[in-house]
C-alpha cells in the first residue's frame, strides 16, 4: 500500500496540538517540545520518502508470466505422454517414472489376487517309502520277505467362515500307494511291522491304491472373548470322516509312522489300534462327530467322540452302535520348564471283534503321556487296561522315547527307542489252542523293541534305517525270535 507524505510545519503542528503560534513564542519549554515534534515528523517524511525510492527501483516481477506459461506448457507435454501406455525417452521424466510404476502394479496384480484368493488355505504332502525284510521266523513258510511299499498323503485345510463369534474350516485328506505289507506272517499281537503299507484288497497289488481318507468340518468357538485370538478357551465342533487318532491317544513322540516308529504298537494305544477295538475301517478312518473343550491358560482339555464301527464305519449301516471315546488332558511345564501332555481317556465298541471272531462289546481305558526332559531327550508311554470283552492281550504297556543329534551336531536327526509288552488275556489263553488262527497254547506275553535313526538330509527328505525285534510273538512261549529290518523314506512339505 502506497504511502503520501503529508509536510507539517512547526506552525501547523502548534496548531493540531492545540498551540497558538503567539503561545508556542512566549512559552520557551513549549516551543522547545514543537522543535522537537517537528525533527522527528522531518525524520519520518524522509524515511518515507526513501522506502518510495526503493520500491521504484526494485525489480518488478517481470519472469512471472513467462514461468507461468512454461509450467502450463509442461503440464501439457505430461498429459499427452500419459495418454499413452508406451514408454518414451522424449517424455517427461516423471511421466516414464508414474508408467513404471502402473506397469508394475499392472504385473502384480494377479499374483495379490492369487494369494487374496488362497488366504486361508494351507496344504501338507508327503510321500514315503519303505523296504522291509522280515526274518523266516516270522512267516508260516520259513522263509523271509523282503518287501518294498510306498504312501503317499496330501492333505488341504480350506477356510470356511465364521458362524457367530466362531470360525469354521474344512479339511480333506487323499491318501494313495502301493502295499508294503509282508505275507504269510505268523499270529501277532502287533498288528504290522509296516505301518505305512496301504492296500485295497479288491486292488491287485502292482496298481495304485488310492482313498478319501478324510473329509471333516470344523468349528472353533471362542470363550470369554469375541474372537479365537486371544481368547482364554474355545470349543471345538467336528463332524465327517477322520481318523480318530488325530484327536484321541495323541503323543508327542510316538505317533506318526511316516516320520517315527513303524511298528504299529508304538504308533497308538495297542488295544485300541493292533487290538481293533478303535472300530475303524482296514485304513483306520470312520465316520464321526466330536466335541471338545481346550483351555490353552490352564493347559485343560476335555473331549468326547462317538464314531462309526463295524460296518458303520464304512458308511454301511446307519449309525446306531457307535465307538465311543471320551478323554481328558493337561499341558505341563516340568523338568526345568520343558513341555509335557498327559492324557487319560475311556472308550466302549459294542461291536468290536474279538479273538473268536465274533462281533460283542469292548471296553477299556488308557492313558498317553510326552514329556521332555531335556533340551535333546523326549520321553513317552502308552498304557491300555481292556474291562470287557476278549481280546487277544487285554494290558499293554509301551515305553520309550526320541534322542534328537544335539549332542553329535545333526540337531534335527533323531534317534527313537521304544519296547512293548502286550499281555495275553485269560480268556484267550484257555482257548488259543483251538482256535484256527493261533492253535497253540498262548501264555505270558509279547514283547516288542524297536529302533531308528532318522537322518535328515535336509528340510524336506528324510531317511531312516530301522530295526525291530519280537519275543514270544503272540503270546507263543515256542515262537523264535523275528527280527524285521528296513529302510524308511520320506518326502514331506
Do not use: C
Not at 176 to 197: C, I, L
Not at 306 to 313: H, I, K, M, R, V
Not at 382 to 403: C, I, N, S, W
Not at 462 to 470: E, N, R, S
Amino acid at each position: 500500500m502506497r504511502r503520501f507524505a503529508l509536510p507539517l510545519s512547526a506552525a501547523a503542528l502548534t496548531v493540531l496540538v492545540g498551540v497558538t503560534p503567539a503561545q508556542a513564542a512566549d512559552d520557551p519549554g513549549l516551543r522547545a517540545i514543537v522543535k522537537q515534534l517537528a525533527e522527528r515528523i522531518a525524520k519520518l517524511e524522509a524515511r518515507n520518502a526513501s522506502l518510495e525510492s526503493q520500491l521504484k527501483q526494485a525489480s518488478k516481477p517481470a519472469d512471472l508470466e513467462a514461468r507461468v506459461k512454461t509450467l502450463e506448457a509442461d503440464n501439457r507435454a505430461l498429459a499427452t505422454a500419459l495418454d499413452s501406455e508406451r514408454i518414451s525417452d522424449t517424455e517427461p521424466a516423471l511421466a516414464t517414472r508414474l508408467k513404471a510404476v502402473e506397469q508394475k502394479a499392472v504385473a502384480t496384480g494377479p499374483a495379490n489376487a492369487l494369494a487374496e484368493a488362497l488366504d486361508g488355505i494351507s496344504a501338507e504332502v508327503s510321500v514315503g517309502a519303505v523296504a522291509q525284510h522280515l526274518s523266516k521266523d516270522g512267516r508260516t513258510d520259513n522263509k523271509s520277505e523282503t518287501v518294498l511299499g510306498w504312501r503317499g498323503d496330501v492333505g488341504v485345510t480350506l477356510p470356511a467362515g465364521r458362524v457367530g463369534d466362531g470360525e469354521g474350516q474344512f479339511f480333506f485328506q487323499a491318501r494313495f500307494g502301493q502295499d508294503g505289507s509282508h505275507s504269510d506272517t505268523r499270529p501277532f499281537f502287533n498288528g504290522a511291522t509296516n505301518s505305512m503299507g496301504f492296500a485295497q484288497e479288491s486292488v491287485p497289488s502292482e496298481n495304485t491304491n488310492a482313498v478319501l481318507a478324510q473329509a471333516w468340518y470344523q468349528l472353533d468357538t471362542p470363550i470369554g472373548a469375541d474372537q479365537l485370538d486371544g481368547a482364554p478357551a474355545r470349543m471345538e465342533f467336528t463332524i465327517g470322516k477322520m481318523d480318530p487318532f488325530v484327536f484321541f491317544d495323541q503323543n508327542g513322540a510316538a505317533d506318526d509312522e511316516s516320520t517315527r516308529f513303524l511298528n504299529n504298537v508304538f504308533v497308538h494305544n495297542p488295544l485300541l489300534d493292533s487290538g481293533g477295538q478303535v472300530g475303524a475301517d482296514s485304513y483306520g478312518f470312520t465316520p464321526g462327530v466330536r466335541l471338545a473343550y481346550v483351555n490353552e491358560e490352564s493347559g485343560w482339555g476335555a473331549s468326547i467322540g462317538l464314531f462309526g464301527a463295524g460296518d458303520s464305519s464304512t458308511f454301511g449301516k446307519s449309525f446306531t452302535q457307535p465307538f465311543v471315546i471320551a478323554q481328558v488332558e493337561k499341558n505341563v511345564r516340568a523338568f526345568g520348564g520343558f513341555d509335557g501332555t498327559y492324557r487319560a481317556y475311556a472308550w466302549n465298541n459294542p461291536q468290536a471283534e474279538g479273538y473268536d471272531g465274533i462281533e460283542r462289546a469292548h471296553a477299556g481305558w488308557g492313558i498317553s503321556a510326552d514329556q521332555q526332559v531335556s533340551e535333546s531327550l523326549t520321553l513317552f508311554t502308552r498304557y491300555g487296561h481292556g474291562m470287557r470283552g476278549r481280546a487277544a492281550f487285554d494290558r499293554a504297556l509301551t515305553v520309550g522315547g526320541e534322542l534328537t543329534g544335539n549332542a553329535w551336531k545333526r540337531g534335527n536327526d533323531g534317534l527313537g527307542f521304544a519296547w512293548a509288552w502286550l499281555r495275553s488275556s485269560k480268556g484267550f489263553r484257555a482257548n488259543s489252542a483251538g482256535l484256527t488262527d493261533w492253535g497253540y497254547d498262548a501264555s505270558g506275553a509279547e514283547q516288542v523293541a524297536e529302533i531308528y535313526y532318522r537322518y535328515q538330509l535336509n528340510d524336506h527328505l528324510a531317511l531312516t534305517p530301522d530295526l525291530q525285534f519280537i519275543r514270544r510273538a503272540g503270546a507263543n512261549g515256542d515262537a523264535d525270535l523275528v527280527t524285521a529290518a528296513g529302510v524308511r523314506a520320506l518326502y514331506a512339505f
